[in-house]
C-alpha cells in the first residue's frame, strides 16, 4: 500500500508539474518558444503548420524573422541538434544555436509546401500587431481580414481590446468580425455582418457574398442580402467616382497635347501636322535625361520638364522659319509640309535611337496609389497629371493676358492687319508662338513618358484627338480646349466599357462633326475680326 500510496504521490506530482507548465511558459516565454521551434527541422507539414500556428502566439522578436525567412525559403536547421540557422553558405544563428556558425554539410533545409506557405502570410502578419508603428500594425490587420487562423484568434481579441490608435482599433475589429462569420451562435454572426457592413471594401464584399452562400439560419441570411445590397451600392459610386477620375487624367493628356496646337492655329491658322512629332521629342527629351542623370532619377523628370520645352520649343521656330513662313494662307500646302516634317522626324529618331520603344523610369514620388478606400484608389501618376495639366493652363493664361509678348499674340490672333500696323513684328510673334506651342507639346510628352513607353510613333496617337479637341472648344480658345479636352477624356472613359475603344472614337467623332455643323466655330468662338492677311 505504501507503494501504491508514494506511485500516486508523483503522478499527482507529475500532474501538478504539467498544470504549471503554462504559468511557467509565461515567466519563460524564451524557453517555450526555442522549445517549439527547434521542432521545426523534423516536423511533418501538417505538424509544422501546427508548430508555427504556435509560434505566432509569442511575443518573441524573432518569431517574425523566424516565419519570414521561413516562408522566403531560407530556413535551415541542424541535423544533430535541431538549431535553426538563416542561409546555409554563411549560415546566420536563430534559434538555439550554440555556435556562430554550423558546418555547412551539417544543415537541411526546413522545407514548406504550398499549404504551409499559404497559411505562414497571415501568421506573418499578425506578428507585426506588435509593431510599435501604428501603420505597420494597421496594415497588419488589414492583410488579417477573412484569413485569420482560428488558433490566433484569442490573440486577435487581446490585441484589439488593448489597441489605442482608432485605424488600427476598427481594421482590428473588422478582422476579428471576418472570423466570428463562421461563429456557431447566429447572435454573434449577425453582429458580425452588421460590422463588416461599414466597411467599403471589395474583399469585404466577396467574404459576405461567400458566407451567403453557406449561410442556414433565416436572420442570419437576411442581414448578410441587407449589408451586400449596401456595399454593391456603395461599389458602384465609387466605381463612378474611379471612371470619372480616369476621364479626368485621359481629359489632362488631351489638354497638354491640344493646348499648343489650339495656340498655333488660333494665332497662325496652320494645320500643323508635326505637333505630335513635339510631343515625341519631349518624351524622348525625358529619356535622354535619365540617362545623363542615372543617379538622380527624383529628380530628372524635373529637369525634363524645362528641357523638353527647350527642345520642342527650338525645333519648332526652326521648323517656322525655315518652312511655314514661306506658306501662310496656304493651309492645305502647309498640311502637306508639316506632314512631311513629321515623317522626317520620326525616321531621325528611329536613326538615333533605334526603333525599338524606349522605358522611361517613373520616380518614387510617382509611383504607387492614394487608397481612399477598398474601393476606390488613385494612382499618383494620374494626379500628377491632372494638377500638372491645371499649372501648364494657368501659366499659359498668365502668359498671354499679363506679358508684353501674350498682349502682341493677341492683337495678331485678333487682327494680324491692325497689330502690323501698330508696329507688332507679326513675323517675330508668330516665331516665338510657333515655338510656345511646340514647346507646350514637349512638355505633354514629360507627362506621357509617365504613361506609356516611349516611341517614334507616340505623336501619332494624339494628334487627330489634339485637333478634335481644339475645334470643339473653339480655334485660339484655351477655356474652350480646356471644356472640350476634359469633356472627350470623360466622354470616351465611360463609352468605352459600353461599346469598346473602336467604336467609342468613332461615336465621338461623329458627334463632334455634327456639332461644328451646329456651331461651326465651336463651344467657344474667339472674339474678334479675323481680318486675313
Excluded: C
Excluded at 522566403?72 to 555556435?99: F, S
Excluded at 506557405?117 to 507585426?128: C, D, F, G, Y
Excluded at 466599357?497 to 467657344?524: N, S, Y
Amino acid at each position: 500500500m505504501k507503494l501504491l500510496f508514494a506511485l500516486l504521490l508523483a503522478l499527482m506530482a507529475v500532474g501538478a508539474g504539467a498544470a504549471e507548465s503554462p504559468d511557467t511558459a509565461t515567466d519563460e516565454p524564451a524557453a517555450t518558444f526555442e522549445a517549439v521551434a527547434l521542432g521545426l527541422g523534423s516536423a511533418s507539414f501538417r505538424e509544422k503548420t501546427a508548430l508555427v500556428e504556435r509560434l505566432a502566439g509569442f511575443a518573441d522578436p524573432r518569431v517574425p524573422v523566424l516565419l519570414e525567412t521561413l516562408l522566403a525559403g531560407d530556413l535551415y536547421a541542424d541535423a544533430t541538434t535541431g538549431a535553426l540557422y538563416i542561409g546555409k553558405a554563411d549560415p546566420a544563428p536563430l534559434v538555439g544555436a550554440t555556435e556562430a556558425s554550423a558546418p555547412p554539410d551539417k544543415l537541411r533545409k526546413v522545407i514548406t509546401n504550398n499549404s504551409l506557405r499559404s497559411a505562414l502570410r497571415p501568421l506573418i502578419a499578425a506578428t507585426r500587431l506588435r509593431d510599435p508603428d501604428p501603420e505597420v500594425r494597421a496594415r497588419a490587420a488589414r492583410t488579417l481580414i477573412g484569413e485569420v487562423p482560428l488558433a490566433l484568434t484569442p490573440t486577435l481579441e487581446q490585441v484589439t481590446a488593448t489597441e489605442q490608435h482608432s485605424e488600427v482599433r476598427q481594421a482590428l475589429r473588422t478582422a476579428l468580425a471576418s472570423v466570428q462569420l463562421a461563429d456557431a451562435d447566429p447572435g454573434v454572426r449577425i453582429a458580425a455582418v452588421r460590422e463588416l457592413a461599414d466597411n467599403s471594401d471589395k474583399q469585404i464584399l466577396t467574404l459576405l457574398e461567400q458566407r451567403a452562400r453557406q449561410e442556414q439560419e433565416a436572420d442570419v441570411s437576411a442581414a448578410l442580402a441587407e449589408a451586400i445590397a449596401a456595399l454593391q451600392a456603395r461599389e458602384k459610386w465609387f466605381a463612378f467616382f474611379g471612371d470619372l477620375f480616369f476621364g479626368l487624367s485621359l481629359g489632362s493628356v488631351l489638354l497638354l497635347a491640344a493646348v499648343g496646337l489650339a495656340i498655333t492655329f488660333g494665332v497662325m491658322g496652320v494645320i500643323n501636322m508635326a505637333h505630335g512629332e513635339m510631343i515625341m521629342l519631349g518624351a524622348y527629351t525625358t529619356y535622354v535625361v535619365q540617362l545623363l542623370m542615372p543617379e538622380h532619377i527624383e529628380l530628372s523628370l524635373l529637369v525634363a520638364v524645362p528641357a523638353a520645352f527647350l527642345v520642342s520649343g527650338l525645333v519648332g521656330i526652326a521648323i517656322e522659319r525655315g518652312v511655314i513662313r514661306f506658306l501662310y494662307g496656304r493651309p492645305l500646302e502647309t498640311l502637306l509640309a508639316t506632314f512631311g516634317i513629321s515623317l522626317v522626324l520620326q525616321q531621325l529618331v528611329r536613326t538615333i535611337f533605334s526603333p525599338l520603344n524606349k522605358s522611361v523610369i517613373t520616380p518614387d514620388w510617382l509611383s504607387g496609389s492614394w487608397q481612399i478606400n477598398g474601393m476606390l484608389s488613385l494612382t499618383y501618376n494620374r494626379l500628377y497629371i491632372i494638377l500638372f495639366a491645371l499649372a501648364v493652363l494657368v501659366t499659359l493664361v498668365g502668359l498671354l493676358r499679363k506679358t508684353p509678348i501674350g498682349l502682341q499674340m493677341r492683337a495678331v490672333t485678333q487682327n494680324r492687319a491692325m497689330a502690323s500696323s501698330m508696329g507688332i513684328r507679326t513675323g517675330r510673334v508668330d516665331a516665338l508662338t510657333f515655338g510656345l506651342g511646340s514647346g507646350v507639346a514637349g512638355i505633354a510628352g514629360v507627362a506621357l513618358s509617365q504613361l506609356t513607353n516611349v516611341g517614334p510613333n507616340l505623336g501619332q496617337s494624339y494628334i487627330i484627338d489634339s485637333f478634335l479637341v481644339v475645334v470643339f472648344g473653339g480655334v485660339g480658345n484655351l477655356f474652350g480646349t480646356f471644356v472640350a479636352a476634359m469633356s472627350l477624356g470623360v466622354v470616351t472613359k465611360f463609352a468605352e466599357p459600353l461599346v469598346g475603344a473602336v467604336l467609342a472614337k468613332i461615336l465621338i467623332l461623329v458627334f463632334v462633326i455634327l456639332f461644328i455643323q451646329w456651331r461651326p466655330r465651336g463651344l467657344f468662338a474667339l472674339k474678334g475680326r479675323f481680318v486675313e492677311d
